[in-house]
Structures are given as C-alpha cells and as structure tokens.
C-alpha cells in the first residue's frame, strides 16, 4: 500500500509528551519538518532557550536530542495557524485533565482543548490531513474530533484545494524520567483508526527508527482503550502491592521480599511491585477514574467500582503514612520541624502532578507541622503552586516559614541541600528516590536533627542498618522487619 507522503509534521502541544516525542521525530527523520506548537508563550521560549539546561521539561538525553534537531527541522512556536496549514499531520498533544465542575466532574476528562485544537484544525489545514490523538483521552473521542473535521470536509468549497481529513489513535506510552528512551527503543507503538493509509503514512514515520513487529494495528477504539487500559494495569499492581506493604508491616514480612517472590513467576513479572508512598503523575489517576467514568455511563457499575478501589487504595496510602508519622511522633507535630526530602511524583523529574507528596504534606501542615521541603530538581513556586500557597501573590519561599493558607497552623519553607533541611528535624520524610537519598551520610546527618528522631523512608532507598547504627529510629514502607 501506498502512504501518503509526510513531509511536514505540527504538533499542538508543547509539554511533557509533545516536546519529547516530537523531538525524538525530528531526529530520526531530519527528512520530515516538525513544527511544535503551543499557546503558552513562555513555554515555547523555553523550548528554544539556548541553554539547553532551560528547557521546560527535564527528561536525561532530552537536551542532546532537541540539540541535534532544533534549527535543522524541528522548530518550537506559537504560530498554530501557520504550522496546521503546512501540516500533511497534526497531532493533538494538549493536556486532558479530570473535569472539576459540571458533568462527569472529578472523573471524565476534560476535553475542552482537545476540542478546540479540532476546530482550529478545522479551520486551517490545507489539502489532506492526517489528525493524530496524542493526548490520552476517553474511549470514542476521535468520534468528537472527527465530526468536528468532517463538517469542515463539506465546507471546502469549489476552486479552492478540497480538504479533508483522516482520524488516528497514537497513544503515547513514554514514562517520564525515561521518556527518550522510551520513545527511542519502545516495548510497542500502536496506531488505531480506519483510513489503510493514514496508518501506513504514520506506521512509516515510527517505521525509520521501531523495528515493524512493534508497531501494532487496531481500531480506533481498541487503541483509545489500549491506553487507559494499559496505565489502569500498572497503577493496578502499585495499588497491590502498597496494600501488601501494609499487610508486610503488621506481620513481620518485608515486601521486597514478597516482591521478589512473586516477580519471579514469568507469569507475574517483576516490574511495577515497589512498594512507596502511591502513584503520582499526570495519567494514572486520570485515566483510571476516566475509566470509571466510561463504565458508569455504559451500564456497567460494578467494572466501575472495581477500578475506582485502585484509586481509593492510593489515597488511602498516602494518609496512612501521614497518620503513621504523626503516631510516631507522640501523637503530634504541631510545632515540630518535619523535613520532606523529595517533592516529584518520582525521580528524574521535575513533574510534581499527582505526587505523593503534596498529600502527605498537605496532611501534615493540617496538624500543624512546620515543613523543610527539599527536592533538587523541583522548584520551589512549583511547591507553592501545589501547596496552595500561590494565591495573589507569591511566596518568597527561600525567604524562611511561609504561613501555610490551610486550616492548621502549619508552615513551610523550601530548603536548599538535604544538609539544612533535615537540621533541627524531628524527622526526615523520604517521599521520591532520587539518586542522591540513596547515599546520604546518616551518621553525619544524624546529630544535626532533634533527638529522637526518626526517617520515614517511603521509597525503601536508605541502608537500614545505616540509619539505624546512626542513633535514628527506621520506618520503611512495607518493612516488618525494621
Ligand atoms: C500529556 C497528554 O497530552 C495528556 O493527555 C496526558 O494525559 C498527559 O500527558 P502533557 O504533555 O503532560 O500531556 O501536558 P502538558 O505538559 O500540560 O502540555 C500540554 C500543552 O498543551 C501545554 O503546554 C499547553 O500550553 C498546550 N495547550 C493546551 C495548547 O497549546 N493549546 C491548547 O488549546 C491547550
Ligand atoms: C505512566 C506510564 O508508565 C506510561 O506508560 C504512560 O504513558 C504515562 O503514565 P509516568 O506517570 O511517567 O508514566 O511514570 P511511571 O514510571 O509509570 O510511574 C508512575 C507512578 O507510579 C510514580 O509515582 C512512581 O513512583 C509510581 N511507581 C511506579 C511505584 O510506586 N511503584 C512502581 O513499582 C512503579
């Protein structure tokens, strides 16, 4: 079969999934011209920042990609207009949060972008064009997108070049933190919809660099559900895991234990069974309660109830180590210096959407606790932002204790080094595992805290025996043991 031939690629969308995946097009086929585009203009100038280490999305290999394409054939702006009319392919990379009024609200997404990226789409494309989903969205959106581009299709009127337009499903499958490895060697890339041709032209795209057995056929639908299948999976077995954790702390077991035990079963597999402080980050959460939302209105409660418990347990994580830090601690932190190493929803990122810890920090100021928060690649408006704290004006949040805009008399300020966080601490919280909590001197640590004191290690990265020749008392998520 013939593909239609791609020469000039847009992408609406600028962010975590946009930005790396269509740098990663660009590389691999400098024959192909790939204009990003987004609204936000600090963004995109973000994107062409010439220092590299400016770039709005932090991912390890990101910078030396967008190096060797930007300038050659991949550019960042925010003329949409301009790059749909030269597009023979549009993909749609705009965020889809959960709904937070009206209909659906707090479990359907919110499709107001993606809908309105169709209609401009609509409004600009010239000749063919072939409209790529890349956001993840609920189940029979393309139908949306479709009609929206198929009242344009009847609009083209006589003299002027016909229009018209071919839907596709790509789902994007990349974790952030690995993300161009992700998009170099994925496990599958899957493409959905019903135009052979739409499929090939981008089967061809992926086909430059993805081995043709990875990349997998469907219909429209099955790879819409592929994706919110995929990541209600994986959010399923940290769900599992978290509540053996649990069970593993009351009986004397240790969960990595049990982990390994089980992972070795080839039917099981050993990924995704660390036990932690739950899933964070902008997809599982949204996708599974998008999920639940899909069930609810096909009829089918119970499937519904089902997915809606992995979303409850992971609540429920979360303030089970707030609870269990406070009944360490007497029984109180009001007053007390708490210091939270790790605010990203995982390492190698600077994404805080989701993550743990803005629960479990949220939970402690309400108890009053005056918080160090420290994470180094985070910055610390971001924590403001998430804290809630970033009403009218900012915070100076290196300026010392910002009252905290909750109910409890809690506050919090952001620390510098691990060093002057965890000074004066009665605890340390460990929330993400990045590389560097994994070799902290604890026997160095240890005498600048409040004795007693204690770590609260929820990612399991410290050396146990370590913390504890140090004089500190030891929590480790899912340790019995301990
Ligand atoms: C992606 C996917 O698209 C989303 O569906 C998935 O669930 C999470 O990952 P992500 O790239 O992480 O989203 O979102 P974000 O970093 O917020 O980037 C979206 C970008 O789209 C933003 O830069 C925003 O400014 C831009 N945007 C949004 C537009 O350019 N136009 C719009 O109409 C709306
Ligand atoms: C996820 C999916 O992995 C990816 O395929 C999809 O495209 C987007 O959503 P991401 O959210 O970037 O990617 O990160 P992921 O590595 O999946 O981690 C999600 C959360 O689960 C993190 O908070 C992480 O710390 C947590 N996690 C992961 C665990 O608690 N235990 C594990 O074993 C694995």
Known sequence: MTAFPIRNICCIGAGYVGGPTMAVIADRCPQIQVNV??????????????????????????????????????????????????????????????????????????LRWVEACARQVAQSAQGHTIVVEKSTLPVRTAEVVRSILEAAQRQAVD????????????????????????????????????????????????GHWVPVEKILLTNLWSSELSKLTANAFLAQRISSINSVAALCERTGADVREVARAIGSDSRIGSKFLQAGPGFGGSCFQKDILNLVYLCRHFGLPDVADYWENVVALNTWQQHRISRLVVQKLFGTVTGKRLALLGFAFKADTNDTREAPAIRIAHDLLEEGAQLAIYDPKVDPQQIAF?????????????????????????????????????AGADAALILTEWHEFRQLDWAALAPWMRQPAWVFDA?????????????????RVGDGAV
């Open 386 to 422: 998430d804290l809630q704290l970033a009403a009218s004006s900012p915070p100076d949040v290196q300026a010392g204790p910002t009252r905290a805009a909750l109910s409890g008399e809690g506050t919090w300020w952001s620390g510098t080094s691990v060093a002057d966080t965890v």
């Open 37 to 110: 585009v987004d609204l936000n203009e600090a963004r995109i100038a973000a994107w062409n920042d010439l220092d590299l280490s400016k770039l709005p999305v932090y991912e390890p290999g990101l910078d030396a990609v967008v190096d060797r394409a930007r300038g050659r054939n991949l550019t960042f702006s925010t003329q949409v207009d301009a790059a749909i009319a030269a597009a023979d392919m549009v993909f749609i990379s705009v965020n889809t949060p959960t709904k937070t009024k009206g209909l659906g609200a707090g479990q359907a997404s919110d």
């Open 159 to 206: 003299g002027e070049l016909p229009i018209s337009f071919s839907v596709l499903s790509n789902p994007e499958f990349l974790a952030e933190g690995t993300a161009i490895r992700d998009l170099e060697s994925p496990d599958r890339v899957l493409i959905g919809g019903e135009n052979p041709v739409a499929i090939q032209s981008l089967a061809e795209i992926y």
């Open 459 to 475: 990612r399991a990265v410290v050396d146990p025996e370590a913390v504890k020749s140090s004089g500190l008392m030891l929590w």
